[in-house]
Antibody
């Protein structure tokens, strides 16, 4: 059974940092592209970041570029999102998702981790 | 403001058919394959359609997808009350080098 479990969410002050983790199981992590997608309260889905299977190519939305860093640890079957210079508009549920073979879809999603940026 | 454009809401009676449109541009839908997601209240999105018109295992054939030029359409036949959800289209944008989504469409089964 495929599972993606996010953790690390919480309340953080504006300007602060937070690291999200996503532990996966049930598929070959080292062969899969992985992504982060977020959803602000009562809003739609927003792409955040992606990383290829080798970990040597990363992609970011303009809204987080320069502030967030995606990475992966194959030995731990874990995807990370290091978030810095956080803003109130970064408040959202953050989902990790497995990327499809052609980067055009996300076939498995975690349950999400809530990040709240507020003073 | 979402990159892809969807109608905010659609509605139809049980047993009827509904379509949801998704409009983009050459750099996203025009050059890449489209996917569709269903999000029930309080849950994570679920893949319904990928590669424009392919269904993952377990998705009933009541759900279908199509693409033409820079637009895509999700079709749902034999509507059930359990289909009430938010539906999102998505794809890759070759100019942005990032994924993009529509703003979502809320389906109400009257």
């Amino acid at each position: 059974e495929v599972q993606l479990v996010e953790s690390g969410g919480g309340l953080v002050q504006p300007g602060g940092s937070l690291r999200l983790s996503c532990v996966v199981s049930g598929f070959t992590f080292s062969s899969s592209a992985m992504h982060w997608v977020r959803q602000a309260p009562r809003k739609g889905l927003e792409y955040v970041s992606g990383i290829n299977s080798d970990g040597d190519s990363t992609y970011y939305s303009d809204s987080v570029k320069g502030r967030f860093t995606i990475s992966r640890d194959i030995s731990k079957n874990t995807l990370y999102l290091q978030m810095g210079s956080l803003r109130p508009e970064d408040t959202a549920v953050y989902y990790c998702a497995r990327g499809g073979y052609n980067w055009n879809f996300f076939d498995y999603w975690g349950q999400g981790a809530l990040v709240t940026v507020s003073s | 403001q979402a990159v892809l454009t969807q109608p905010p809401s659609v509605s139809a009676a049980p047993g009827q058919k509904v379509t949801i449109s998704c409009s983009g541009s050459r750099s996203n839908i025009g050059h890449n394959l489209v996917s569709w997601y269903q999000q029930l209240p309080g849950t994570a999105p679920k893949l319904l359609i990928y590669d424009n018109n392919r269904r993952p295992s377990g998705i009933p054939d009541r759900f279908s997808g199509s693409k033409s030029g820079t637009s895509a359409t999700l079709g749902i036949t034999g509507l059930q009350t359990g289909d009430e959800a938010e539906y999102y289209c998505g794809t890759w944008d070759s100019s942005l080098s990032a994924g993009v989504f529509g703003g979502g469409t809320k389906l109400t089964v009257l």
